[in-house]
């Protein structure tokens, strides 16, 4: 059997690796070895691949058999390229070690630069360079950064020490001590190093070599590595890569550097260098804040040709990488060295330019804009308002809650939604703050600019009902405490009162204090072209899930392509609605039932009128109603007294009748096709409203499409049942009105039986809809409602990869609907199928609903555009796979046993 290979070198115009070999040589040693094939004049080093760390971390440490012959054999490969020698007293080489994951993750080790230095070679260094304070500041760093990251030396007791030397010197800056001050430094710092660790400071190279390349392996399972991991969702890594490669000098004089610069203005896109630069220093002194760094444009005046040289090099990485991409360099006596580059991270706004601007410089083709330049959550950020971060103090955060819904919003505090209502029809601009929200808080919440809450997760009400409206919101923000009763809420450190401005950032989860600026939203011009070409490489229609002809118009205007969920429930809201409502729900017989929904037939017909005309002849699929009818009573004594009152009948019958019908388990109880199964009148009175609100549309000569929906079907007989009502009913309205309409009747597979059974459904069905939050409940057993109460810990500790509700979980769940949908297909291969759960508008789950073969996605207006992109992408996606021959993971394997 070959050797196996764990050293992969670059360097002096070629390399073993490429770009393509991220999984295994991380992100920044596949980057190096690329920019070396490229010809970029970059520093001659070696990786270890990440294949070793995971052996490392299996085996507690030890070195797989065969590694430390290919470290020293990549040594010489150094040597031999730079003409230096590891350990030599005249003719030093110096390695920095740098560790480097798939993903980038600062969690991890920091880098250990100027290693192989020791009392004999650094006076070599200073020989050979001419330069002994040179030499001696590498040293010093050298024992502070080994002394630091691979043996835990507290940073601060090596910052004593200089900031000692520096005191009784009577100077502020690094650079203004001299050669004998730095020589005095090594002393100290060495001194720093014994009392710290016990031991003397290591002498040999290769001893040092070894130590620092345990510590990058060891820092892989580092508590701040793998809580990082943690936080980020980052799994499926096999650990990190080291990276060996020589050194070079920012620090040897005034004609040297080092720094950092983006190739386009990551916050707004525009084409131009940005970024900072430091003369005579090295490595992270430009982000350490040791001195004021420089803007990079200023190195144009003081080095004029390597400015020249950065800006050529600059455009070659983003041809090559078609991205904007984020470089680190260093400056060696007027030469110029690129020492990692990656693509750039941006705000939405620049991603959006960036990928205009790349088109038109024809860096890339339209295709691949849509692919890589802008991620979902770019988007995101362009459709709400923007806080300006730099205007936020650190002193003015408040705290911090989950970003349960993007975007800023500025207003006065108010603690109870009717105080929210009564302040915004005065013209204030108010933000609700509530331990937690409850469906009786909607009208406040709608007044409101934004919402708080101190209890509650991801999927809690407040954070549910504010993604569907668009509105920012900060949920279960623990650093608060809300008292009510004194109309405060505190920090511990600062307490806000009823009528204080506050703002809060919805995509961040933050909360501060006081009156922020906030930007509205703007659509450019870069926003609608990048759009158009989104649409020209989809073929997933996006449907919104809009309830009022103001969302639904809304919904439109961000493309959607249709209504793929009304639901009917939010129309039986409002002051004469719930009345019949109410006296619909405690009617004794189906008379008095009728006579109260004739009432309401009026009015969910002008509804459906109205979201007829919004979507102009797009499809819309109205879900017939759905929960429980104990959720339409009060529940207050108050509330029940009046509604008695109301109904001309005794306060202790209502009770009576509100108590029989509470459920243990309403979720599966009374309700969906059960309720329209044991009343029919309610679904005929649906029928009726959608149909004839259909028929008065086509009476205008304008297009309809409308498609009913029968929810929480789980047996075929169930939706038979129920469309035999609809039928009739139909037959009915087409002779009243001389007139007819196409009309579809489909249903929700929501329930883990529909999905089993979904053939015997399909052959009664014209569409199938996945209601996927259902369907999660009833998969996992997890009532969404109480699920807040473990979710958080399954996700810690990585019992659950995701949160279910809001990423599709494809083993499970997602079994289910494809099971569905071939199920379905079996029977009529032209079926319509799509999904209309919360998981519609997040990109993965678009993807995956893409790759089953679904017509559409259906998601809430705001996401619309955000799932346009993810569809998009899906399809482009699955093609570059198909068609490349994936190069990557391609020498991955075995060498764990
Ligand atoms: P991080 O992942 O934290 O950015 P790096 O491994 O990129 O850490 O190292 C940080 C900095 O150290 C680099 O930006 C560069 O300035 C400096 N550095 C790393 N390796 C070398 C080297 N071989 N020669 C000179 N400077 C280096
Ligand atoms: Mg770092
Ligand atoms: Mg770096």
């Not at 190096?32 to 490392?56: D, H, K, N, R, W």
């Not at 409101?448 to 549910?464: N, P």
């Not at 509470?662 to 044991?678: A, D």
């Amino acid at each position: 059997m070959d050797r196996k290979k764990m050293v992969y070198k670059f360097g002096g115009g070629s390399a073993e690796g490429d770009r393509a070999m991220k999984q295994l040589l991380g992100g920044k040693g596949a980057n190096l070895a690329e920019m070396s094939s490229i010809g970029l004049p970059i520093p001659p080093g070696f990786t270890i691949s990440t294949e070793v760390c995971q052996y490392y971390s299996k085996h507690k440490g030890d070195w797989p058999e065969g590694l430390e012959e290919q470290v020293q054999e990549a040594i010489h490969h150094i040597e031999d390229l730079m003409d230096l020698e590891f350990g030599d007293s005249s003719n030093p080489l110096l390695v920095s070690v740098r560790s480097g994951a798939a993903q980038s993750m600062p969690g991890m080790m920091d880098t250990v630069l100027n290693l192989g230095l020791n009392d004999k070679s650094v006076q070599g260094l200073a020989a050979k360079t001419d330069n002994e304070r040179f030499a001696f500041d590498c040293y010093r760093r050298f024992i502070d950064m080994f002394g630091g990251v691979v043996m835990q030396v507290p940073h601060e007791e090596f910052e004593e020490a200089i900031q000692g030397l520096k005191d009784e010197k009577s100077v502020e800056l690094d650079t203004e001590l001299g050669v004998e001050d730095m020589k005095e430094l090594v002393d100290r710092y060495k001194a720093v190093y014994r009392k710290s660790t016990g031991h003397m400071f290591p002498q040999n190279p290769s001893e040092q070599l070894h130590y620092a390349i345990n510590a990058v392996f060891g820092s892989w399972d580092s508590n701040r590595a793998i809580k990082y991991r943690r936080i980020n969702k980052i799994t499926g890594l096999l650990g990190t890569a080291v990276n060996v490669q020589a050194m070079v000098y920012g620090n040897m004089g005034d004609d040297c550097a080092t720094g950092v610069c983006f190739t386009r203005n990551p916050s707004d896109g525009t084409n131009e260098l940005y970024g900072e630069f430091l003369i005579n220093a090295q490595g992270e002194d430009v982000v350490a804040g040791i001195r004021t760094p420089r803007n990079i444009n200023e190195l144009k005046e003081v080095m004029s040709d390597t400015y020249h040289e950065l800006r050529e090099i600059t455009h070659k990485l983003e041809r090559h990488y078609q991205d904007m991409q984020d470089i680190e360099f260093t400056i060696q006596q007027g030469k110029l060295f690129i020492l990692q580059t990656r693509n750039g991270k941006r705000t939405g706004k620049a991603a959006v330019k960036i990928a205009i601007d790349m088109v038109d410089e024809v860096i890339l083709k339209k295709d691949k804009a849509v692919e890589n330049l802008v991620q979902p959550n770019h988007l995101d950020q362009l459709l709400h308002p923007q806080l300006d971060e730099s205007s936020v103090k650190e002193e003015e955060i408040l705290g911090k809650g989950l970003p349960a819904s993007p975007g800023a919003a500025v207003g006065k505090v108010v603690f109870d939604s009717e105080t929210a209502e009564e302040m915004k029809a005065e013209g204030e601009s108010v933000i609700l703050v509530r331990i937690e929200t409850s469906p009786e808080d909607v009208g406040g919440m709608s007044a409101s600019e934004g919402i708080l809450t101190s209890r509650g997760g991801m999927t809690s009400h407040a954070a549910v009902v504010a993604r569907g409206w668009g509105k920012p919101c900060v949920a279960g923000c623990g650093d608060i405490i809300i008292n009510y009763e004194n109309q405060i809420f505190t920090n511990g450190k600062v307490t806000v009162h009823a009528g204080d401005w506050i703002s809060i950032d919805g995509a961040q989860g933050m909360v501060i204090n006081g009156k922020k600026e906030v930007e509205p939203p703007k659509f450019d011009d870069n926003y609608h072209t990048f759009m158009k070409w989104v649409d020209t490489f989809r073929d997933m229609d996006v449907r919104t899930n809009a309830d009022t002809p103001e969302d639904a118009a809304k919904a439109r205007e961000y493309g959607a392509q249709g209504i793929g969920l009304a639901r009917t429930e939010h129309m039986f809201f409002g002051d004469e609605r719930i009345k019949a409502m109410r006296r619909m729900i405690i009617s004794e017989s189906e008379e008095e039932r009728r006579s109260a929904l004739e009432a309401l037939l009026p009015y969910q017909k002008q509804d459906f009128i109205e979201i007829f005309e919004a979507m102009e002849g797009l499809p819309v699929t109205v879900r017939l109603l759905d929960p429980p009818l104990h959720e339409f009573l009060p529940d207050e004594d108050e509330e029940i007294a009046a509604l008695a009152e109301d109904l001309g009948i005794k306060e202790a019958d209502l009770k009576r009748k509100i108590r029989l019908l509470s459920e243990f388990n309403p979720m599966l109880g009374h309700r969906g096709c059960r309720l329209g199964i044991t009343y029919p009148e309610i679904t005929e009175m649906q029928a009726r409203a959608i149909l004839e609100a259909a028929v008065e549309i086509k009476k205008q000569g304008k297009e309809v499409q409308p498609e009913i929906m029968i929810p929480l079907v789980g047996t075929s007989e169930e939706f038979i049942h129920e469309r035999h009502v609809i039928d009739e009913i139909a037959e009915k309205v087409f002779e009243e009105a001389e007139e007819t309409v196409e009309f579809k009747v489909g249903t929700m597979i929501e329930i883990p039986r529909a999905a089993i059974v979904a053939d015997k459904i399909a052959s009664e069905a014209e569409f199938f809809s996945f209601g996927t939050n259902d369907l999660t409940q009833m998969t996992f057993g997890y009532s969404r409602d109480d699920a807040g109460k473990f979710l958080e810990l399954y996700l810690n500790e990585g019992i659950l990869k995701h949160d279910p509700f809001q990423v599709l979980d494809e083993e499970g769940v997602g079994s289910l609907v494809r099971m569905a949908v071939e199920k379905g297909h079996s029977v009529k291969p032209d079926l319509k199928m799509g999904i209309c759960g919360e998981h519609g508008g997040d990109p993965s789950s678009v993807a995956f609903c893409y790759s089953l073969g679904l017509n559409y996605v259906s998601c809430s207006p705001y996401r619309v555009p955000v799932a346009r992109l993810a569809a998009a992408q899906a399809r482009l996606r699955s093609e570059s796979t198909a068609s490349s021959t994936r190069g990557e993971d391609k020498k991955s394997g075995e060498l764990v046993s």
